[in-house]
């Protein structure tokens, strides 16, 4: 029942056309969801991501990756600079090996509009290497009644093990920074809101040659962080809804922070520290209870997913256990770029 059910869920994924690499913690991913989100926030920002997904179905689906941002300083122009981000993500799916190792580029293009606001525009490139295992599949029509057999031939066109595709994506974000406090923002508000569409180029898409081409996949995605006066705490609400073909998904949730200890402004002896706790729903999908853990330049979050949807009787709603780990250094741009102060400041 396992290894039908493996192949069932490729032949969902390689029929919708909508294999895209997926994670839940999905503020983690930043560049993941829109090009334009890089450097916004941080000068440098490197963020490590693991996702292991149905283990108790079948073989565990596994998914990981890095990201590295980093902004390039103009000296002339005060009110402007542009960003790069590199991002390798790696995932594995099933029984059958049915694989994407994602490789992009991205660049974006960041002007403040205001005192606490920027405006970015974001583009990027690279190539997802596709893979499967085809001897490792196995069709209803090799089902004999009772048992597999792999000897009953299952009349399907035998898929190539690999291609590769060149893909695209862009998007827009604004990102707005009000706080006078380094980590704890009790008197400030920080949100980034923006759009993306991804495969807008609409690559190929087919283990056998058939001509089909990949959905483009469109996002809006929001997340806030709403810090509350004198009581050492902040709101972290974040949403996403993508959309690709016939297919969409929501996501929704909200994190609560709790500052532990806030950096002194001046001397910077004493560190930032923070913990967060919260939880997400992706609709008709999973409830994700979620940790965030922030000291410093450093932040360590760990979610789990609830399996809700249909394959909760054979999941036992057991979904999947999910890592990240990100490093980031504040932007270096001062007052010019909307920091008050010249203090930087964390999301």
Same mark, same amino acid.
């Given at each position: 029942?396992?290894?039908?059910?493996?192949?069932?869920?490729?032949?969902?994924?390689? $029929?919708? /056309?909508?294999?895209? &690499?997926?994670?839940?913690?999905?503020?983690? !991913?930043?560049?993941?969801?829109?090009?334009?989100?890089?450097? @916004?926030?941080?000068?440098?920002?490197?963020?490590?991501?693991?996702?292991?997904?149905?283990?108790?179905? !079948? +073989?565990?689906?596994? =998914?990981? *990756?890095?990201?590295?941002?980093?902004?390039?300083? #103009?000296?002339?122009?005060?009110k402007a600079y542009t960003g790069m981000s590199l991002s390798i993500y790696n995932d594995k799916a099933g029984d059958a090996g049915l694989g994407s190792l994602l490789v992009n580029l991205g660049f974006n293009a960041?002007?403040?509009?205001?005192?606490?606001?920027?405006?970015?525009?974001?583009?990027? *490139?690279?190539?997802?290497?596709?893979?499967?295992?085809?001897?490792?599949?196995?069709?209803? +029509? /090799?089902?004999?009644?009772?048992?597999?057999? *792999?000897?009953? @031939?299952?009349?399907?066109?035998?898929?190539?093990?690999?291609?590769?595709?060149?893909?695209?994506?862009?998007?827009?974000?604004? #990102?707005? $920074?009000?706080?006078?406090?380094?980590?704890? $923002?009790?008197?400030? =508000?920080?949100?980034?809101?923006?759009?993306?569409?991804?495969?807008?180029?609409?690559? +190929?898409?087919?283990?056998?040659?058939?001509?089909?081409?990949?959905?483009?996949?469109?996002?809006?995605?929001?997340?806030?962080?709403?810090?509350?006066?004198?009581?050492?705490?902040?709101?972290?609400?974040?949403?996403?809804?993508?959309?690709?073909?016939?297919?969409?998904?929501?996501?929704?949730?909200?994190?609560?922070?709790? &500052?532990?200890?806030?950096?002194?402004?001046? =001397?910077?002896?004493?560190?930032?520290?923070?913990?967060?706790?919260?939880?997400?729903?992706?609709?008709?999908? $999973?409830?994700?209870?979620?940790?965030?853990?922030?000291?410093?330049?450093?932040?360590?979050?760990?979610?789990?997913?609830?399996? @809700?949807?249909?394959l909760a009787g054979v999941s036992k709603a057991k979904g999947g256990l999910e890592f990240s780990l990100r490093f980031n250094t504040s932007p270096g741009y001062g007052k010019s770029l909307g920091n008050s102060v010249?203090?930087?400041?964390?999301?």
């Amino acid at each position: 029942m396992k290894k039908l059910l493996s192949s069932i869920l490729f032949i969902s994924a390689y $029929a919708g /056309q909508s294999q895209d &690499i997926h994670f839940s913690q999905f503020n983690e !991913t930043p560049v993941l969801i829109n090009p334009a989100m890089s450097c @916004t926030a941080f000068d440098t920002r490197i963020i490590a991501n693991y996702k292991n997904q149905w283990a108790s179905v !079948t +073989s565990p689906f596994q =998914t990981y *990756g890095i990201s590295i941002e980093r902004a390039l300083k #103009h000296l002339k122009l005060k009110k402007a600079y542009t960003g790069m981000s590199l991002s390798i993500y790696n995932d594995k799916a099933g029984d059958a090996g049915l694989g994407s190792l994602l490789v992009n580029l991205g660049f974006n293009a960041v002007i403040k509009t205001g005192k606490y606001e920027k405006l970015s525009a974001g583009i990027g *490139g690279g190539v997802n290497y596709r893979t499967i295992n085809p001897s490792k599949l196995q069709w209803e +029509s /090799q089902y004999n009644g009772s048992v597999y057999d *792999g000897a009953i @031939t299952s009349g399907e066109s035998t898929p190539r093990s690999s291609f590769l595709q060149a893909d695209f994506v862009g998007g827009l974000a604004y #990102h707005y $920074a009000k706080s006078e406090r380094f980590i704890s $923002a009790q008197d400030g =508000t920080k949100f980034d809101i923006g759009i993306s569409a991804f495969h807008y180029n609409m690559p +190929s898409y087919s283990f056998t040659n058939s001509g089909d081409k990949q959905f483009a996949k469109f996002a809006v995605h929001s997340n806030f962080d709403i810090g509350i006066k004198n009581a050492g705490m902040a709101i972290v609400p974040s949403f996403l809804y993508t959309r690709q073909g016939p297919s969409q998904e929501t996501n929704v949730g909200c994190m609560f922070k709790y &500052i532990i200890q806030d950096q002194s402004v001046y =001397t910077g002896i004493k560190k930032p520290c923070a913990i967060a706790l919260g939880a997400f729903y992706r609709v008709g999908d $999973a409830i994700i209870p979620s940790l965030l853990f922030q000291y410093d330049k450093y932040a360590f979050s760990v979610s789990y997913d609830l399996n @809700t949807s249909q394959l909760a009787g054979v999941s036992k709603a057991k979904g999947g256990l999910e890592f990240s780990l990100r490093f980031n250094t504040s932007p270096g741009y001062g007052k010019s770029l909307g920091n008050s102060v010249n203090k930087p400041t964390y999301k």
